[in-house]
């Protein structure tokens, strides 16, 4: 199978665009068979908790479909057995997640530039910037519970959840702006919380559910532009970490733009801890961005 037809800038899919951002890239490996993601919107090859014992031919076929498609970018989320053949192909760790799978054993996140442009920052001078901030702050106790109620969102939900996450993006990693689309997630079981002001959602958040692994990726943080600093969405984040708890999940992670402050000083404050980073890793915002991993142990 060819690669799949690639973006131009001027056509990036918007929230509410229902295009397909990646499609399924078979990968053959001696005794077994790995599905990928040819990521057509951020320009890379990625795969997730790949089910295979051998992670330097992994890391080679990933690196190979890379080339032959002309892409720049590897990534893998895998369990950290791996890590050290990835490393042996040419991946780099760039992040670990403790207890990522179900608890008991950890997740590598292990990238490769195949460019120069995809091996430095997208915004070095920014990130450094954060991460001063950060180790500023490291030491605040952290905040308590606010005094705001949120909702665990239902399907009804759905059209005002799309509509913010539209307003809010030019374009979007996701089709989190079609309803539809919100409206099947809800139903399925993965958790949205939303606020409401004068019975208006204004803000939202996720948790996008990694079911086999027991944990969660904290994700469409959205709160309206004249409303944000106000604390509406830790209150939200707080409720999601009590949604997986309900459910049994042992750990919640999240990816953060790297040069954005505030979602970063929010998870910190929220008791996640930094594992990492990714350089020039998604689409999402101005540009190809530079992506914190943060990670916490959900425990009661």
């Known amino acids: 199978m060819g690669a799949m037809r690639r973006f131009a800038t001027d056509d990036l899919p918007r929230p509410d665009d229902p295009r397909p951002r990646y499609e ?63 490393e042996r192909a040419g991946l780099s760790c760039e992040a670990t997640i403790p207890g990522f799978y179900r608890g008991e054993r950890d997740c590598a996140v292990c990238g490769k530039a195949l460019s120069i442009q995809r091996a430095t920052l997208f915004d070095g001078e920014g990130v450094a910037r954060v991460q001063q901030l950060l180790l500023a702050k490291r030491d605040e106790p952290a905040k308590g519970r606010e005094v705001l109620t949120t909702e665990r969102a239902t399907v009804a939900d759905a059209p005002a959840i799309a509509a913010l996450v539209t307003q809010t993006f030019s374009h979007y990693p996701t089709p989190t702006g079609v309803p539809d689309v919100v409206a099947a997630q809800i139903r399925e079981g993965v ?102 991993v943060w990670s916490c142990a959900l425990s009661r």
């Open 191 to 292: 958790p949205f919380r939303v606020f409401r002001d004068g019975g208006e959602i204004v803000a939202c958040s996720s948790a996008d559910l990694q079911r086999d692994a027991q944990s969660a990726e904290l994700t469409d943080c959205v709160t309206r532009p004249d409303l944000r600093g106000k604390g509406l969405m830790q209150a939200l984040l707080l409720g999601l970490m009590d949604d997986l708890r309900a459910l049994g999940y042992p750990t919640a992670f999240t990816l953060a733009r790297a040069r954005q402050a505030g979602m970063n000083l929010a998870f910190q404050r929220l008791g996640f801890a930094y594992r990492g980073l990714l350089p020039r890793s998604c689409r999402i915002g101005e540009g190809m961005e530079d992506i914190m």
């Open 24 to 86: 399924a890239l078979t990968v053959e490996l001696p005794g077994a068979v790995v599905i990928a993601r040819d990521d057509a919107y951020s320009l890379r090859i990625r795969c997730d908790h790949p089910a295979c014992d051998d992670g330097e031919a992994l890391g080679r076929a990933l690196i190979a479909a890379a080339r032959e498609r002309q892409i720049d970018r590897v990534l893998v989320f895998a369990d950290a057995a791996l890590q050290a053949g990835l």
